[in-house]
């Protein structure tokens, strides 16, 4: 991370949910199994050197309440979390909050107290833009709510940023992408997507034993997300995040099943460029040795975990061989196929 994008985290698990999503542990998620407290903020901002009696002399955090849904805590303890942090405001060493926290947990009133207090982020967890799968998934909100909450995070200046899940009970790839194509048209800030993993002692898990969700495989995720991906770059919406975050937690036998990958994203990235590669090469005429010219940094996205692209593409189009080739004039995310004598 650059120095300029510090973020000091702060996990508060499960507080002010109003409801057990069927998906989620966020417990097992932070590796945490207690929420923050007033007490241990103040530590953490001593911790990390934040000074309220000297000017910062070093690049500013950003104080990222994550975990829970912070503007459904009440509001005396919002204040008192956002209170311990205006002192390190006034000198410099924080220069803004964040909070992650569900659509109906909005309002006018909490959002002029939220930027007053410094919050110029909210990060808004949709999960889905379908309302039987948010129903079948126990968020509780409607899809209706999502689109109110982002129109007036948004009106209120405040950064957007939406969260959404893929393969949720009730879903599919069709209705994962129209949740992508609806978010895009909000025009958030950023994006992070999260493909569904089924994480111990969670509602999901149960449904998954008794054979009432079917598992959303890596595989299932990859080929989606990489649909998802091309649509939100075409919008210039910045993917923040792609996958949880690798734990020792979630590799040690916590995610039970589903989606989970410690390198998800370049597994996405490189099948994004495969799809690609593939959509050029068809209606070509391919000699022997076929070369792919992509940006110098694209070159093992191109080329894929032990040359699986390669492999794919060659066995798709049998008798040609691949070669990758870096490019500098081939822009990110482009695949340039020379055309061929003969
Ligand atoms: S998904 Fe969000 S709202 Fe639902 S239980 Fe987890 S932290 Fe709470």
Redesign the pocket.
Known sequence: MSPRNRILPVFIP?LG?P???V??N?NAITGQDYSASVEMVRNELKQAGCRQDMECVAEPYEVAFY???FTAIPEEVQKEFLSVVQPYRKSGWIRSVRCST?PDAISLHNLSFLREQGVETIEL?C?SMVDDVLFRSG?GHSAGDIREAADLIRSQGVHLILQMMTGLPGSDPDKDFLTAVRLADMKPDGVRVYPTVIIRDTPLYDLWQKGEYREHTVEDAVSICSRIVPLFHEKQIPIIRLGLNPSDELSGGIAAGGAYHPSFGELVYSRVMRNRAEDILRNRHLSDVTELHVAPSFVSKMTGNRRCNLEYLSSTFSGTVFRVVPDAFVPEWDVVVPLQKG
């Open positions: 499960h949910c409801y057990h999503c998906f989620c966020q975990g829970g849904s569900r967890g999960q968020r």
